[in-house]
């Protein structure tokens, strides 16, 4: 079993940055892409950014592209998610995921969510 745990998460004006932080435990994650998605009130879950863990490529939504980014600390077991020049519309709930896939298999996990609010 794999735990996340995210934090970082808070009440910011328009503008600012956060960095968000997830912190796994319960095996190594080494071999896992780590994932950030996000959920807004009244919307469903929404892909946000991604970490293979082989090669090291990133993904991103459009909508963050040029003001998230997305890293690892393997040694840390620790997946970090640096939001600039954040806007109201990225007011959600941040998600941690940690997905292995093996042929047909699928190991997926979640954290708990932590919350972003973004004032204008």
């Known amino acids: 079993q794999l735990q996340l745990v995210e934090s970082g998460g808070g009440l910011v004006q328009a503008g600012a940055s956060l960095r968000l932080s997830c912190a796994a435990s319960?095996?190594?994650?080494?071999?896992?892409?780590m994932g950030w998605y996000r959920q807004a009130p009244g919307k469903e879950r929404e892909f946000v950014a991604v970490?293979?863990?082989?090669?090291?490529?990133?993904n991103y939504v459009d909508s963050v592209k040029g003001r998230f980014t997305i890293s690892r600390d393997n040694a840390k077991n620790t997946v970090y998610l640096q939001m600039n020049s954040l806007k109201p519309e990225d007011t959600a709930i941040y998600y941690c995921?940690?997905?292995?896939?093996?042929?047909?298999?699928?190991?997926?996990?979640w954290g708990q969510g932590t919350q972003v609010t973004v004032s204008s």
């Open positions: 995921n940690a997905r292995h896939i093996a042929g047909d298999y699928v190991d997926d996990y």
């Open positions: 319960g095996r190594t994650f080494s071999s896992y892409d």
């Open positions: 970490l293979r863990w082989s090669g090291g490529a990133t």
